[in-house]
Structure formats: structure tokens, C-alpha cells
């Protein structure tokens, strides 16, 4: 399985609206295909998002017809367009942003095509950099974990929302693949189940013992001792160590603190965002009522009931017990130890 793939002038995505019953892909030709792909939720998950809009920047090139001026002007719009498509993982404008700084150093090249080649050679080396930091994450994030664990997560920060391997799922594949003796207790994640239907799926293929709750379920299971660490992913961790992530978050950790359980947050640097200072910053997105209203097209609900639907929350630093980072795990105060980590990497 293949969360992402460059075929030359397309992008192969996995459908992860359909999995786990229908394991289907898409292609994508041109950016607006893309951003289409990302808004639908076929592929999601904060470095999965970066990767992806950096391969859809470089079809807005290829997909170009025109002047040389035009294909300018041309990329500024498709630079929006994506831009526009999830606002809460930072991820997405990081490799935007990386993607301008590379057409800004070819912008003298005579040949347009040149320019395209050196694109698609950026979002090439942003895919590849993710497969590296999730690596390196993992064997951080091993070190946490005890030689028995029972570990919590939530949503999915495996390899389907990521190039490869994944955050918090690269971080228990590791320790599994080291021989520890690893479960995982894995939240269904209302209202999409990324939990039930995403990381239950690549944690029983990857043969790691998992079980599956529904999300009010965490707390008893805390209560009971039955869960040693919490470890989640990240759409952005700002620069005094909030973080936003999947909704649900939030209410896991302030259950980890009250229970004494390290909370762990797995996130690659290009997830960190020190722009902002604390994460009341964080743009959270609000998501179609009729997530919540319907299940797999049937509803659930009384047709007109009042929805809310944010897809993120923000969880205060103070019940962060760590970051694990491609660069090694960050401790309180993150607002020191995040620009360190920065500075010395
Ligand atoms: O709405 P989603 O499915 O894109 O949300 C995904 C998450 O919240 C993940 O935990 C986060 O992006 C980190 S993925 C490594």
C-alpha cells in the first residue's frame, strides 16, 4: 500500500474515504484535481497534506499552456487555490512554501521546462524528507516506550496520513518492530472514524495487536490503569508548545494529566509553526454539517438538527509531557525548546 505515488505527470492517492472495505486509488492530472482530493478528505493528515499539495503545485506547472508571463501568474493562483483547501496543518503552507522559494531560484531559467523539472524535483525531496523525519521520529519515540506498553492514540498519525510509516503509528511501529510487546488501544474518532476505520486497518495489517474503543471510552480505560502512554499526531504546535490536532485531543489529554499518564505529541518539524505564539492563533476548520448528521450516506439525525463540527481542537502545552521530533524529543518549556531544537538542527 501506497498513501501517495508520483507516476511522472500524475499523482496516485490512495481513497481513504473508502478504506478499509475498498483498498481503491485516484489520479490526479492537474492542481485543481488535487485540491479536490485534499478538501474530500481522500487523503488527509497533516504531512500526507504537505506532500501532496507540493506534487499538486508542481502539475500547475505541467499542466501550463501559455507565456512565459502567464505561467507566473498562473502558479499565484494555484498557490491560493491549494492554499485554500484545509486551513489548520500548517504542513500545507510549509511545503507551499517551499515549493515558491525552489520557482523563485529558477525563475531566470530560459526554459519553462526547466523550471517544471525543478518543481517536481522539490515535491520529490518533500515526500522523501517525510519518509526520513517519520523514520527518525519513530526511533525517538521508541525510546519512551517501555518494553510493555499499552498505548493510547487517537485519529490516525500512520502512514496514511503521512508519505510513509507515519508519526504516532511510526513511533509504536517502531517499538513493535524492536520486540516489545506493544497494544494499542485506538479511538474510533467521531465524526469521520479515521480511528476505527484508518489505524485500526494499518495497525491489523502491520499485525500489531489493537483494540478499537469509541471515543467516550478513553477515560474509564484511564481510570483503570489499562493505558501506560497516550501518543497522537499533529496538524500544528505552535511556538509555546499548543498544539491542534483531530477534536478529541484535547479532552484526551486533560484525562492523561488527571490519571498521571505521559501525553506524548509525534510531529515532524515541518508541522511546527512558531509564527504563532499560542494556539488560540490556530485557524480551526469547521467541517459540513452533514458529517455529523449522516453515516456512510444514511442519517442518523433529525434532518434540520443544529450541528458543530470542528475538526481540530488545541491542546495547552502544560499537558504535553513531550514533542518527538525528527531532531529528538523537546520538554517543557516548550517556548525555550522548540526554537533550540530549530536553532541547533
Ligand atoms: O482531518 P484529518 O484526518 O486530516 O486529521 C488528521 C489528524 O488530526 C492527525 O492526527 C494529524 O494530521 C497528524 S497526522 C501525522
Known amino acids: 500500500m501506497k498513501t501517495i505515488e508520483w507516476l511522472g505527470r500524475s499523482l496516485k492517492v490512495i481513497d481513504q474515504t473508502k478504506l478499509p472495505a475498498e483498498e481503491v486509488y485516484c489520479e490526479a492530472k492537474t492542481h485543481e484535481e488535487v485540491?479536490?482530493?485534499?478538501?474530500?478528505?481522500?487523503?488527509?493528515?497533516?504531512?500526507?497534506?504537505?506532500?501532496?499539495?507540493?506534487?499538486?503545485?508542481?502539475?500547475?506547472?505541467?499542466?501550463?499552456?501559455?507565456?512565459?508571463?502567464?505561467?507566473?501568474?498562473?502558479?499565484?493562483?494555484?498557490?491560493?487555490?491549494?492554499?485554500?483547501?484545509?486551513?489548520?496543518a500548517v504542513n500545507l503552507s510549509w511545503a507551499l512554501r517551499r515549493m515558491e522559494d525552489r520557482l523563485r531560484e529558477m525563475r531566470d531559467a530560459e526554459d519553462l521546462e526547466l523550471i517544471c523539472a525543478a518543481l517536481v524535483d522539490e515535491a520529490n525531496a518533500i515526500a522523501e524528507d517525510d519518509r526520513r523525519m517519520n523514520k527518525l521520529i519513530g526511533e525517538y519515540g521508541n525510546t519512551l516506550v517501555p518494553e510493555k506498553a499499552t498505548i493510547l492514540t487517537h485519529c490516525n498519525a500512520g502512514a496514511l496520513a503521512t508519505v510513509e510509516y507515519g508519526t504516532a503509528l511510526g513511533v509504536i511501529r517502531t517499538a513493535f518492530e524492536a520486540g516489545?510487546?506493544?497494544?494499542?488501544?485506538?479511538?474510533?474518532?467521531?465524526?469521520?472514524?479515521?480511528?476505527?476505520?484508518?489505524?485500526?486497518?494499518?495497525?491489523?495489517?502491520?499485525?500489531?495487536?489493537?483494540?478499537?474503543?469509541?471515543?467516550?471510552?478513553?477515560?474509564?480505560?484511564?481510570?483503570?490503569?489499562?493505558?501506560?502512554?497516550?501518543?497522537?499526531?499533529?496538524?500544528?504546535?505552535?511556538?509555546?508548545?499548543?498544539?491542534?490536532?483531530?477534536?478529541?485531543?484535547?479532552?484526551?489529554?486533560?484525562?492523561?494529566?488527571?490519571?498521571?499518564?505521559?501525553?506524548?505529541?509525534?510531529?515532524?518539524?515541518?508541522?511546527?509553526?512558531?509564527k504563532m505564539r499560542t494556539g488560540m492563533e490556530i485557524p480551526i476548520e469547521q467541517r459540513s454539517d452533514k458529517e455529523m448528521r449522516e453515516l456512510f450516506g444514511k442519517q442518523i439525525t433529525p434532518a434540520e438538527i443544529d450541528v458543530y463540527n470542528p475538526a481540530f481542537d488545541v491542546t495547552p502545552a502544560k499537558y504535553i509531557t513531550g514533542i518527538i521530533t525528527e531532531n529528538g524529543i523537546v520538554a517543557p518549556p516548550y517556548a525555550v525548546n522548540l526554537l533550540k531544537m530549530l536553532v541547533r538542527s
Open 35 to 88: 485540491a479536490e482530493l485534499i478538501e474530500s478528505m481522500v487523503v488527509r493528515g497533516a504531512p500526507a497534506i504537505g506532500a501532496v499539495v507540493a506534487y499538486g503545485y508542481a502539475l500547475g506547472a505541467l499542466e501550463f499552456q501559455g507565456s512565459r508571463e502567464e505561467f507566473f501568474a498562473h502558479l499565484e493562483n494555484v498557490q491560493a487555490r491549494l492554499k485554500a483547501t484545509r486551513p489548520t
Open 180 to 274: 516489545k510487546t506493544v497494544h494499542v488501544y485506538a479511538t474510533e474518532t467521531r465524526p469521520l472514524l479515521q480511528g476505527a476505520r484508518l489505524t485500526a486497518w494499518e495497525l491489523f495489517k502491520a499485525g500489531i495487536p489493537v483494540t478499537l474503543i469509541a471515543d467516550n471510552m478513553a477515560g474509564w480505560l484511564m481510570q483503570q490503569d489499562k493505558i501506560d502512554l497516550v501518543i497522537v499526531g499533529a496538524d500544528r504546535v505552535v511556538a509555546n508548545g499548543d498544539t491542534a490536532n483531530k477534536i478529541g485531543t484535547y479532552s484526551l489529554a486533560v484525562l492523561a494529566h488527571t490519571h498521571g499518564i505521559p501525553f506524548y505529541v509525534a510531529a515532524p518539524t515541518s508541522t511546527i509553526d512558531l
